[in-house]
């Protein structure tokens, strides 16, 4: 079974940076589609930041780009989620997810695409 658990989320304050983790399990084959995705209360879940691993194609949400970095490493089977310059609005609980190998092209920030989800790690940026 594929399982994933995020880690390294807190408190920050406005202007500050965290780095998320992923501790991916299982088989998620050769080249997948690996997504961090958030909720904040009251609003739908939205994709931050995903790679595809076969070409390494990286997409991000408009309100993070410049300020969030998408990565992997392969040895450590983890993904990250480096956050700078966080904002208030940054607070919401954040997700990993895979497709686990099942789409053959990018799965991009189609959250329906992914099918293996975390449970979550909870981000509050105060201001």
């Known amino acids: 079974q594929v399982r994933l658990v995020e880690s390294g989320g807190g408190s920050v304050q406005a202007g500050g940076s965290l780095r998320l983790s992923c501790a991916i399990s299982g088989n998620i084959g050769g080249s997948s589609c690996l997504g961090w995705f958030r909720q904040a209360p009251g609003k739908e879940r939205e994709a931050v930041a995903t790679?595809?691993?076969?070409?390494?194609?990286?997409s991000y949400a408009d309100s993070v780009k410049g300020r969030f970095t998408i990565s992997q490493d392969n040895a450590k089977n983890t993904l990250y989620l480096q956050m700078n310059s966080l904002k208030p609005e940054d607070t919401a609980m954040y997700y990993c997810?895979?497709?686990?190998?099942?789409?053959?092209?990018?799965?991009?920030?189609?959250?329906?695409?992914?099918?293996?989800w975390g449970q979550g790690n909870q981000v509050t940026v105060a201001s």
């Open positions: 997810a895979t497709d686990a190998g099942r789409q053959a092209a990018n799965c991009g920030l189609i959250q329906r695409l992914y099918h293996y």
């Open positions: 790679i595809y691993t076969y070409f390494s194609v990286k």
